[in-house]
């Protein structure tokens, strides 16, 4: 058998089944591969070597107890750290959760393990999700497997470039305004936001709770649906998670996109999109036509203010859900402290870094006394003008489609004194998560050597008909089978 470091999940998964392959030898050349990758990516801030393999072994001793392979049987899986596994540090990138070890696992990660997967890593990630680069970590950036001076994206920057580097097939993330797809384009993987409730929060450490959801990167449409029929369903443990029955997302591939509609919205368009960068969307469009899709011209006149908008509903909610790293219940504390006022105001300091505080400080104003209707209750307004948009141009067409970013990656430290420019790599991104709708990045092309990414919105519920469009337009192209230089 040659090795199964870039095999697709779904042939990782054949070759468990036929024998030709176990657990635990996939999870072992897998590993070797993450170690002599992980130094030059920075993808991970934790290997899970040990447990990995023992995990690894247990599976392949039920299957040769007469155990039928499970869906993801071996499959070795990365977790942005945003997402709780049992007895495991989980640092959301930040040094406030300093010695924290959750008592219990998400249910998306306990959903992909029950699977037959296989954790191999914890993945770094820009601190509490709050960032588009992977440089807002406490501990380290990550760099891109397409070039080691440029960014992967964030927040979900260390799962998209461990798909990129070949440490796993596939990676779970979390998108509160566009953090899986965004680091997914920037990387030339797929990365799905699905729809909000769609996949339980239980056990994702809150950045934004209407905002944020868990979803699957990998690097072809067959893989992320195959991963999104294990990860989603109704959770009780969750009040979000719709009941809302999921459908056979793989089996859905089948069908073809003949006869669905793309709306693109042209006057968003107009301006902020690289040249290049629009030249790859719109050979992307002529090949979806070119399948049989017809395309629409669509109106979402409510667009250019989603970024304002994200950034006052968002950073409210941090403000809020952040307030319970205080030095008293778990994680850091400062050792030296007067009065309890005091630890607070200390261990907070020392805490947060820059950009977690940058946003703190604007969502407490936003909320305060005097600026809630001026700024958070507009914002919400606007939010529902924004969902309403998407509404009106589903009537007119099926799936929504943009670049996913408006320019490729770019480099190590180049926006970083800069938040506004950072704020507006998400564009076209964060107004799926506030629709509540979902999203689909896949890679569509090379600007300049470095991959972007074309970003197809749907209905609610509705992802079955972004992976439909996925699927062809990968069967007609060959862009996510290329491989980043440093693989």
């Not at 447990?51 to 942005?80: C, N, S, Y």
């Amino acid at each position: 058998m040659s090795s199964p470091v870039g095999a697709s999940a779904t042939e990782i998964r054949r070759l468990v089944a036929s024998g030709e392959a176990s657990c635990e030898e996939v999870a072992r050349a897998h590993l070797d591969h993450v170690a002599a990758t992980e130094p030059r990516v920075d993808a991970l801030l934790a290997p899970l070597g040990e447990r990995a393999l023992e995990r690894a072994r247990a599976l392949d001793d039920k299957l040769a107890g007469g155990t039928a392979p499970p869906p993801l049987a071996g499959v070795p899986l990365v977790v942005k750290d945003v997402l709780h596994i049992e007895g495991l540090p989980t640092t959301c990138g930040s040094r406030i959760l300093e010695g924290y070890r959750p008592p219990y696992t998400a249910t998306a990660v306990a959903r992909l393990e029950n699977a037959g997967a296989i954790v191999v890593g914890k993945a770094n990630m820009d601190e509490f999700a709050m960032g588009s680069s992977t440089e807002n970590s406490a501990f380290k950036p990550t760099r891109n497997p397409w070039d080691p001076a440029r960014v992967p994206g964030g927040s979900s920057g260390g799962s998209a470039a461990a798909v990129a580097a070949r440490m796993a097939p596939v990676a779970l993330g979390s998108d509160t305004g566009g953090s899986i797809r965004q680091p997914a384009a920037l990387c030339g993987v797929v990365g799905l936001k699905p729809t909000y409730g769609r996949v339980s929060r239980y056990g994702l450490v809150a950045f934004a709770s209407s905002l944020d959801q868990v979803g699957p990167l990998a690097r072809s449409v067959d893989d992320v649906a195959l991963v999104a029929n294990a990860l989603c369903g109704h959770d009780p443990r969750d009040s979000t998670s719709a009941a809302e029955p999921a459908p056979d997302f793989s089996g859905a591939l089948k069908a073809g996109p003949e006869g669905l509609r793309i709306g693109v919205p042209e006057s968003f368009l107009a301006e902020g999109v690289e040249t290049e960068t629009l030249a790859r969307f719109r050979e992307a469009l002529a090949t979806l036509e070119g399948a049989g899709l017809r395309v629409v011209d669509v109106e979402l006149p409510h667009l250019p203010h989603a970024i304002a908008t994200y950034y006052l509903v968002a950073t409210a909610e941090a403000s809020s859900n952040l307030a319970r790293y205080d030095g008293v219940r778990y994680g850091l504390r400062t050792p030296e402290s007067g009065d309890l006022r005091e630890m607070y105001g200390q261990t907070r300091d020392l805490g947060f870094g820059p950009e977690v505080k940058r946003r703190i400080v604007l969502g407490t104003f936003a909320l305060s006394s005097g600026y809630y209707d001026a700024y958070y209750l507009r914002a919400q307004k606007v939010r529902t003008l924004i969902r309403r948009d998407f509404e009106k141009a589903f009537e007119a067409c099926d799936v929504v489609a943009t670049p996913t970013t408006p320019t490729p990656a770019f480099r190590l430290g180049e926006k970083t004194d800069d938040p506004l420019q950072m704020y507006l790599e998400d564009i076209f991104t964060v107004p799926a998560n506030l629709a509540g709708i979902p999203g689909l990045s896949l890679p569509c092309g090379l600007v300049g050597g470095l991959p972007v990414g074309l970003q197809l919105l749907g209905r609610p519920f509705d992802e079955a008909s972004l992976l439909r469009c996925g699927a062809a337009y990968q069967r007609l192209t060959d862009h996510h089978e290329r491989t980043p230089p440093l693989t």
